[in-house]
């Protein structure tokens, strides 16, 4: 019984992560063809994504917990494992090696991502600098901290 219910969780896991690494890809594609159409619903869906997927580890680790009592938690799912028989064993383990793959994959797309959008925000406030020398100055917080101008605000003349 504990092995179907790990099982379960662990196939909703990988699937689950790889739907995130799809969203992820169409966010990506999105914020370099600067498609900003429902962006804010895509990173919203993918905030669900990742409790969901939270959730399901919580309760994976519910099962190791319970089964192996009070072994150290990075081993546990080898202590689980060691349990099974050797068809269940590799049946399991093969579909966590599977799901760590995805997640390095997906975690990779994200890291990649994330230096994008760094990149892109710093040749923007290089630019934004050079066409606005005025917003160079510096500003600071009610609090006395030095905080950067707000460029929400600003309206842009669509004529240069």
């Known amino acids: 019984m504990e092995f179907e219910k790990c099982r379960d969780i662990l196939l909703r896991e990988n699937e689950l992560v790889r ?27 993918l905030d669900d994504m990742g ?12 099962i190791f917990s319970q089964s ?7 081993s546990r799912f080898y202590a689980f494992t060691a349990r099974l028989s050797e ?3 590799k049946e399991i383990t093969e579909i966590y090696r599977s799901m760590k793959l995805e997640t390095l ?11 994008y959008i760094a990149d892109a925000r710093i040749v923007t406030n290089g630019i934004v600098e050079a066409a606005f020398p005025e917003k ?8 006395g901290t030095k905080a950067s101008p707000d460029m929400r605000s600003m309206v842009l003349n669509q004529q240069f």
């Open 87 to 89: 068809e269940q064993r």
């Open 105 to 115: 994959k997906v975690k990779t797309a994200g890291e990649a991502l994330m230096s």
């Open 136 to 143: 160079k100055a510096k500003t600071y917080s009610p609090y």
């Open 68 to 74: 192996l009592g009070d072994v150290d938690p990075s």
């Open 51 to 62: 409790k969901e997927l939270a959730a399901l580890e919580n309760e994976r680790e519910q």
């Open 19 to 45: 739907e995130i690494g799809g969203l992820q890809d169409v966010i990506h594609k999105a914020v370099v063809d600067r498609d900003w159409t429902d962006l804010e619903g895509r990173f919203s869906a």
